[in-house]
């Protein structure tokens, strides 16, 4: 009989260990299946493609432009490809260079791991670490339509990540990124698919406020597919 209470016990509790998912998790896991699904993602091969960056001035000038080349021969392993052939390979947490650097090596893992991040969302959210909070369905300042919102934070780290999403498609249309109080807003303004995931064509950043209306562009983001040569 006292076997017989234990065991209860015992499969009650570890019953009770297993949480249901949250509405952000549930959220993010629709709009990663919108983008191609997992799959797709984690079995990625072969994935190159260019980004233009264009920096803007206080008048909405454009007073640089950068060329940047990503490949991914597969998932965890990422090559940046510079303006002037420099080659950078993040694998893992490792990092190489294709010729000696004068400066510090952990800079270019920032500059590659961030590319990652920004480029191939909804899935980065899965990610280990990602603590995410839905905020519900509502009309942020740069929309008058209703999108379905998430905050998403991350341990050592004070940046507070937001996620719009299209409330039928589930695309990702827009995220910001509040550092220090001074909030960025990037707008996917199209998307386009290659390797079976739908991911950025043309995007444009913003100077924006807490309730998310745009005070001023301050970059723009143009992503052409390569193929793998």
């Known amino acids: 009989m006292i076997y017989r209470i234990v065991f209860i016990v015992l499969t009650a509790s570890l019953g009770g260990c297993s949480t249901p998912k949250s509405q952000g998790e549930l959220v993010v896991e629709e709009s990663i299946l919108a983008h191609g699904g997992l799959n797709n993602y984690t079995n990625l091969q072969d994935f190159r493609y260019e980004k ?21 021969p ?5 090559i940046l490809i510079t ?32 590319a ?3 480029f191939f969302q909804p899935f980065k959210l899965k990610d280990k670490g990602a603590q995410i909070e839905y905020l519900g369905l509502k009309s942020p300042g740069f929309s008058e339509e209703p999108l379905e919102q998430i905050r998403v934070t991350y341990p050592n780290s004070s940046d507070i990540w937001y996620f719009f999403f299209d409330h039928e498609t589930k695309y990702v249309l ?5 550092h220090n109080r001074k909030v960025s807003l990037i707008l996917n303004d199209s998307l386009q698919w290659h390797k079976n995931l739908l991911v950025h064509s043309r995007r444009r950043s ?5 309730n998310f209306e ?3 562009l301050q970059a723009s983001y143009k992503y052409k597919m390569l193929s793998v040569e």
């Open 74 to 78: 597969r998932l965890g392993t990422t």
């Open 174 to 178: 827009a995220n910001a990124v509040d």
């Open 214 to 216: 745009l005070i001023r």
């Open 116 to 118: 990652n991040f920004v």
């Open 83 to 114: 303006e002037d052939s420099l080659r950078i390979t993040l694998q893992n947490e490792n990092i190489q260079t294709s010729k000696e650097l004068n400066s510090d090596q952990q800079n270019y893992k920032s500059i590659v791991e961030g």
């Open 206 to 210: 913003f100077l924006s406020n807490s």
């Open 52 to 72: 233009t960056s264009y920096t803007l001035n206080a008048q909405e000038v454009i007073n640089d432009t950068l060329v940047q080349q990503f490949e991914i």
